[in-house]
Nanobody
Framework: QVQLIESGGGLVQAGGSLRLSCTAS?????MAWFRQAPGKEREFVAA????????LYADSVKGRFAISRDNAKNSLYLQMDNLKPEDTAVYYC??????????????????WGQGTQVSVST
């Protein structure tokens, strides 16, 4: 059972930056970030294959967010720049141990973290 632990969330003003981290307890293939705002469904943010050959972003974050990973540390990152109030959400790390692409579908991911809150003020 893979355990995922996120960190790096917080409160930031609009236009600011945050870097989220996620550490897995063991080797994984595809990893991704999802987010869920209050009263809304969980939505895809970004995904990356193990070798970073496949990377996918939601249109809403393209050009502002960057996903990366360090396989030696079993870690996933999300650099978030030019944050907007609509980015406010709980951000979840997700991982698969049997799929190695860049999937935007939550059903691809068997393992999920507990989430980290990101709040962006005006």
């Amino acid at each position: 059972q893979v355990q995922l632990i996120e960190s790096g969330g917080g409160l930031v003003q609009a236009g600011g930056s945050l870097r989220l981290s996620c550490t897995a307890s063991e080797r994984t293939f595809t990893m991704a970030w999802f987010r869920q705002a209050p009263g809304k469904e969980r939505e895809f943010v970004a995904a990356v294959s193990r070798a970073e050959g496949n990377i996918l972003y939601a249109d809403s974050v393209k050009g502002r967010f960057a996903i990366s990973r360090d396989n030696a540390k079993n870690s996933l990152y999300l650099q978030m720049d030019n944050l907007k109030p609509e980015d406010t959400a709980v951000y979840y790390c997700a991982a698969s141990t049997d799929y190695n692409g860049a999937s935007p579908y939550s059903l691809t991911y068997k393992f999920w973290g507990q989430g980290t809150q990101v709040s962006v003020s005006t």
